[in-house]
Every structure is written in C-alpha cells, then in structure tokens.
C-alpha cells in the first residue's frame, strides 16, 4: 500500500525508512536485513549503533548479545553477554542470523563501516541510532559521528544521527557538528523542544502515539522536522501524513511500499 506525504525539496530524506535495516524479514541490524529492505524498493534504513571494546562502532540494538546472536553457545558460561565489553574480533565471530531462522544461520554482526558502505554505494539514506553501551553516552557520539563524516565524506545526503541519549547527540555535536542530528522521544519529557533545540537538531523523532497537532506545530516552528518510530499500522501511517510529519519508520516493509516517494 502507498501512503505518501506531498514532496518537500526542503528535506533530503525518503518520508519511509526500514526499522533495525528491514529487521522483521530478515534479521534486525544485518546487511541481510538491508537487503530484503532494499528488494522492496526502500532507500532509507534506520540502525542502531554501539562500540565494541576497542572502539569499533557496529550494529546491535541491546545492550547484551542474548537475544540477537549465539553469544552463549559461541562465548561458553561465564563471560559476559553485554556487547561492548568484548573486542570486535570476538563480535565478528558471533552468529547473528539463526536466532530469526534457519535460512540466515551464519550472518554476522555488521561493522557500522560495512553498512555505510553498503549505503553509499546504493545511494541509500540511513538515520543512525546511537546506542551506547550504558557508562559511554558522549564517547559512543562522539566515535560514531567521526566515523560517520570519514564513511559520508563526498558522498551526498549525509546520515541522520539520532539517540534517546542527550550525552551522545552532545558528543556528536561536539565531534561533528555539521552533521545532522535528531533526538528521539518515546515521552513527551519536560524541557524535550529546548533539549532539541540546544542539541542543533534538525528533527524530532517521536514514538507515533504522541504526535498530535499541537505539538508538530511546535515542533515546525522551532525549525524541528518531525518523525515517528515505529509504525505499523496503515490507519496510524495516515494520521501522521495528514498532521504533516515528514517520515516514518516502519517494521511493516511487507506493507507499506515507498516506491514513487
Ligand atoms: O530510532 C527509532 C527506533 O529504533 C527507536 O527504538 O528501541 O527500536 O531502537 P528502538
Ligand atoms: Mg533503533
């Protein structure tokens, strides 16, 4: 189904993007779930992102290994499931796949290098979640955005950085501030269009139960674009088109086709 927002020449980046890669089909935050995004026509992805031990920023969205890879059959008892606290050649050993199903036994954990390049190669847009490992807020922006210029340097529309976290946008502002930047909200907290504004953002990307009227009008007139995570549902799709907001992460690549945006 095609629910499309009218065309805006202000704003570079598609109104859909695929949530976690396409991370339903296929499993979240893996090339493979890029992939089966890409097969259904879609040019703009979100991931999340976090450190490894060393430094190397890849993709994980928990903080621990459990859930996403075979971390306790690959690491053996004792050794610790949280993700940042193992070195990347650890990480890169590990199954990310066979947790989803059989036919993607195998696929790794991506470096966050290898699905930049993957993107800019395509020419696809990518809004990075930064996910830091608790304890590594502003080093994890800070290291994410650099890398983020270096991969994007010369390389068309820049990728959208986006956290939860004040501490991360604040390190990737102060390591590269020209890079875009957005905060995520799944609460309407005090103070939420100050901090955005503070942060140099360039858009609000809020859980989509919360986007009314009233504040997408605040929003646009602090300079604020206005986003919604995650989407699912074609009623939903159409409320937030019609409030005007300027894209959607969805899950339900199945779904919603983002072809002729
Ligand atoms: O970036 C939007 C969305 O991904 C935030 O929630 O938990 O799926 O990373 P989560
Ligand atoms: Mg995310």
């Known amino acids: 189904m095609k629910l499309m927002r009218p065309h805006d020449p202000f704003w570079p980046y ?18 493979a779930a890029f992939r089966a995004g890409a ?4 040019r703009m992805f979100e991931c999340d992102v976090k450190l490894s031990a060393e430094g190397v920023p890849f993709l994980l ?25 193992h070195p990347w050649g650890t990480l890169a050993l590990l199954d990310a796949g066979s947790w989803h199903s059989r036919s993607f036994a195998g696929e790794p954990l991506p470096t966050f290098e290898a699905i930049a390049r993957y993107c800019v190669h395509n020419e696809f ?5 930064i996910k830091p490992t608790p304890g590594t807020e502003y080093h994890t922006g800070q290291v994410v955005a650099r890398h983020a210029a270096r991969l994007w340097h010369g390389a068309g529309t820049p990728p959208l950085l986006s956290s939860f976290d004040l501490s991360a946008l604040d390190g990737a502002l102060q390591a590269q501030p020209d890079l875009p930047r957005a ?9 939420w269009l100050d901090a955005a504004v503070r ?10 139960v ?21 989407v699912n549902d074609e009623t939903e799709a159409q409320r937030l088109i019609t409030l005007g907001t300027d894209g959607i992460i969805t899950d339900r690549v199945d779904l919603f086709s983002p072809s002729n945006q």
């Open 210 to 230: 919360l986007w009314d009227a009233s504040n997408v009008a605040q929003a646009r007139s602090a300079g604020l674009r206005t986003l919604s995570y995650t």
């Open 14 to 31: 598609p109104q859909w993007i695929a949530h976690r890669g396409a991370g339903k089909l296929a499993p979240e935050n893996t090339l």
């Open 183 to 191: 905060l995520l909200l799944e609460t309407l907290w005090d103070g």
């Open 199 to 208: 942060l140099g953002c360039v858009a609000v990307v809020c859980d989509h």
């Open 125 to 129: 847009f990518l809004n990075i979640e």
């Open 39 to 42: 097969a259904l026509g879609y």
């Open 61 to 85: 969205h928990d903080d621990t290994l459990a859930r996403t890879t075979n971390a306790h059959v690959a690491l053996g008892a004792g050794l610790s499931d949280v993700a940042g606290e």
